[in-house]
């Protein structure tokens, strides 16, 4: 392994993908413990995400000792699958920095809902995204959690944060860390302004889990 020193997976901290992709990267690790294997979790690190202009949650780039990039891949692989592009890269069949335009920062609109007057309402947001990387369920569930709104109620406590979330056939399972305890009315009222605000990505059954 002459060339290939570092691997970088840039994910959302929500993502079960990035997870499944991360615990498949440790495995590789213990195999070849020569290679420094890191996550970057694009929401926060914005600036790594920009400078390998990763455009997809979550990808995986591959680095030589001095930090350019050998090869990349979007989504998820196996164990296999990454051994068989870690050979490519030792034989030179698959270097190569793809070329990629630069990451541009954008204004997004979301759709969320408050409580008013004993109702949810929706209330639109408009959020600036540093990357090029889109992942509207996942910002729409963040902007949610942390709006306020004067002459609005959200339910959700000061500090909740989203764990992990998962998405499948029009259904979502959301882990939201909570720093206090909440009565059983302010669940419902926290679950129902989340299944009104996902309701518009097609989600329309959402479970909800308080850690």
Known sequence: ???????LLFTLSACPMGRSIGTVLTEIGDQYPEFEIERVYVE????????YKVKTNPTTV???PMGEELYRFEGFKETEEILQIIEGIE???WVGSPILDENRESIEEYTVYLWKENATVPVQILYRNLTSIK????TAIRCLLQYQKEGYENPFPFGTELE?????DGQGQIDLKVKQKVNEQ???????CLQKTLQHFGVNEVKMSLL
């Open 1 to 7: 392994m002459k060339e290939l020193r570092k691997i």
């Open 44 to 51: 926060i690190q914005t600036d790594m995400a920009n400078r």
């Open 62 to 64: 591959f680095l030589n």
């Open 91 to 93: 034989s030179v069949q």
């Open 135 to 138: 992942a509207p369920r996942i």
């Open 164 to 168: 992990l979330v998962q998405f499948k």
């Open 186 to 192: 302010t669940v419902e009222m926290m679950h129902l």
